[in-house]
């Protein structure tokens, strides 16, 4: 079975499951390789360089916050989508054990993208931050400058803490997906009367089952 929804972004008008996934697992790879180029550059702004190569130097940072900035937005865009894809699904569905985790799973990954975008809103802060330390011709101290900014970076840490709780509660509840689907699909015990000698407290083994359908028969 294919599922395919209206895409909230205008990719053609149309999307799948499958393509949503796929750029989130593409977001991650992109966002990745920024991660370490901005690690790279980190560690070249206390090699010891002259004044104008520090400059460079901060101004790349920038850009690298600046390219995760875009990273983490696109992110948090696809995460969107995907909540409102999987709420469609719980939409949809008959069963209500199922539709409830569904929804609570979309209302979750909408969650995640929110928070995504306020951890891409902190990286596009930081990157004009360093973008006005770099554009000048002063000698920049790193510690001024970071005092400077301070009340950016722990913004970005709070927000980050949110995101960490906001994925830690979509892993808790896409377990409970897996839970309802197979509380829902597994077939019900087969009733057995109490007097052949079973209870109906626990599911009957195919041994159990096939004993009784051999005592059926002798009757």
């Known amino acids: 079975m294919k599922i395919t929804f209206t895409d909230s972004t205008g990719d053609n008008g149309v999307s799948t499951l499958a393509d949503v996934f796929h ?3 593409t977001d991650f790879h992109n ?4 991660f370490l180029k901005l690690g790279v550059d980190f560690i070249k702004l ?5 004044s104008g190569d ?13 390219k995760i900035d875009g990273d983490l937005h696109n992110m948090g865009d696809h ?15 008959h069963l209500k054990v199922v539709d409830q985790v569904f929804l609570k799973f979309g209302d979750d990954l909408l969650k995640v993208g929110d928070n995504l975008h306020a951890v891409s809103d902190d990286f596009l802060k930081i990157s004009l931050d360093f973008a006005q330390l770099g554009d000048t011709s002063e000698v920049i101290k790193l510690d001024q400058a ?3 900014f301070a009340d950016d970076f722990i913004k970005l840490d709070n927000d980050f803490l949110k995101l960490d709780s906001s994925l830690h509660t979509l892993g808790q509840d896409f377990l409970k997906i897996d839970d309802a689907l197979h509380l ?4 019900a015990p087969v009733p057995i009367p109490e007097d052949r000698g079973f209870t109906l407290e626990h599911p009957l083994s195919l041994h159990q089952v096939l ?3 051999h005592d059926f028969l002798h009757l």
Request: proline residues 2%; aromatic residues 8%; hydrophobic residues 45%.
């Open 54 to 66: 520090l400059n460079q130097n901060i101004l790349k940072v920038g850009d690298d916050f600046l």
């Open 31 to 34: 966002t990745g390789a920024d």
């Open 79 to 93: 995460f969107v989508a995907l909540g409102l894809d999987i709420i469609k699904i719980g939409e949809l569905s």
């Open 184 to 187: 829902k699909l597994e077939p």
């Open 146 to 148: 970071f005092l400077k």
């Open 211 to 213: 004993q009784a359908y």
């Open 23 to 25: 750029k989130i697992d």
């Open 46 to 50: 206390t090699d010891g360089a002259n």
